[in-house]
């Protein structure tokens, strides 16, 4: 029998990025043991072989991917945009919504979905805009189960909620409590998104929340946890500011500081110690924050962690279908996004292969070259 060499946990539940669960980076070295003779008797949903002669199979209960093979021969997860229609002013957006916005078709929606499950996706994350304007929603959710993929929602909560509960994962965005809501996303909608956390708990699915992490939402992150637990949340995803779309004008002073960056993972440490009946997950982007603290490489590799595998374990598709590495770089897809970055501080770093260099948004944004180290990693500050 071929050994396990991956083990990625949950269902993706965001269009950014593949949720990075922190958890099990915590747990003994007998539960992450007793956890891999579990996963050979899971139930598996789809196969897909790869191309050293394993194999990554997707299983439901509990939902996961469990791989024999070191290395991707395709993406896992597609974040796919249907539509650019969206009234709210998220100074975060990392596009340019439109009011008037148009929808993606229902049947191309389903002809891109069918592509993706060929080429050898699992999961779909549906974005927009706001993807609950579009009128076929519901109809977009029975496509992408009737081509056998799993289908999460990111959405602000504001519209109408019933086809969400045809979702496998929804994340609600929630990046903090009253005030510090309205300044996060440009409007008062924090008792708002609490109620739509309520209402899809209530109905039994599987909910959680994206807090877009800032210089002013960081700081309130342990309350702002707190209320959407206290209204059924089950997942938290926490999410690096990008440069891009809205972002860009305002990216100076709204992202993380140097201080800040160096206290994520004590931060996420005593998050999953608060509350340690929620999971807690991180976008590729965080992954320089964790590296800064000596989190071992081993143990994130052993759970399928990714930095930024933009065009590797995931892919993004626009309105308009094209296809490139990630929500926040325009493609096409890249293959040196594949070997990352190896220069400067990151060609001797232990995480090279699982960080590749950082968010390259970010990297792009404020050096003007996309496969650079990170300029915010703490290692990269610390190099000089």
């Known amino acids: 029998m071929t050994p396990i060499r991956r083990i990625r946990l949950g269902h993706a539940p965001n269009c950014s990025s593949l949720g990075n669960a922190v958890n099990v980076l915590l747990w003994s070295q007998a539960a992450v043991a007793a ?9 598996v949903r789809r196969r897909r072989p790869e191309p050293d002669g394993g194999e990554t199979r997707a299983s439901s209960d509990p939902p996961a991917l469990v791989s024999t093979s070191p290395e991707n021969g395709a993406p896992h ?11 709210l002013p998220c100074p975060s957006c990392h596009i340019e919504p439109e009011v008037d916005g148009g929808h993606v078709p229902l049947a191309e929606v389903a002809q891109r979905f069918h592509a993706l499950a060929e080429s050898g996706v699992f999961h779909v994350a549906i974005g927009g805009g706001e993807a609950l304007a579009h009128p076929d929603l519901a ?12 289908i999460g929602l990111t959405t602000s909560g504001v519209g109408n909620l019933e086809p969400a509960g045809l979702f496998d994962q929804v994340n609600i965005s929630f990046d903090a409590e009253g005030e510090g809501y309205r300044r996060a996303r440009g409007y ?16 039994g699915g599987r909910v959680g929340i994206n807090v877009v992490l800032d210089r002013d939402t960081f700081e309130t992150l342990s309350d702002t946890v707190a209320a959407a637990i206290g209204a059924g949340a089950t997942d938290v995803h926490l999410l690096r500011l990008k440069p891009v779309g809205r972002a860009v004008s305002d990216y100076g002073t709204r992202r993380l500081t140097a201080e800040q960056g160096m206290r994520v993972w004590p931060a996420l440490v005593a998050l999953v110690d608060q509350f340690p009946a ?5 976008d590729c982007a965080m992954t320089p924050f964790l590296a800064a ?7 994130m590799a052993a759970f399928g962690w990714t930095g930024c595998h933009g065009g590797d374990a995931l892919i993004a598709v626009d309105t308009a279908g094209a296809v490139s590495p990630c ?4 493609g096409p897809v890249d293959p040196a996004w594949r070997e990352g970055v190896a220069e400067g501080a990151c060609e001797s770093c232990a995480w090279r292969s699982l960080c590749r260099g950082g968010c390259h948004a970010v ?3 404020l050096t003007g070259r996309l496969l650079v180290p990170d300029p915010e990693c703490p290692r990269v500050i610390a190099h000089g």
């Not at 977009?140 to 993929?149: E, K, S």
């Not at 008062?188 to 109905?203: D, F, I, M, S």
């Not at 603290?293 to 143990?299: M, N």
């Open 35 to 43: 956890l891999w003779v579990a996963a050979e008797s899971w139930s």
């Open 77 to 87: 997860e597609a974040h796919v945009q249907v539509t650019r229609n969206c009234a």
């Open 139 to 150: 109809a977009i959710a029975g496509a992408a189960h009737g081509a056998g993929l799993t």
């Open 188 to 203: 008062a909608g924090a008792e708002r998104a609490l109620a739509a956390v309520r209402q899809l708990a209530t109905k």
């Open 278 to 282: 929620a999971t807690f997950r991180v």
């Open 293 to 299: 603290h000596d989190v071992p490489p081993e143990r």
């Open 327 to 330: 929500s926040f770089v325009p």
């Open 363 to 365: 990297a792009a944004h």
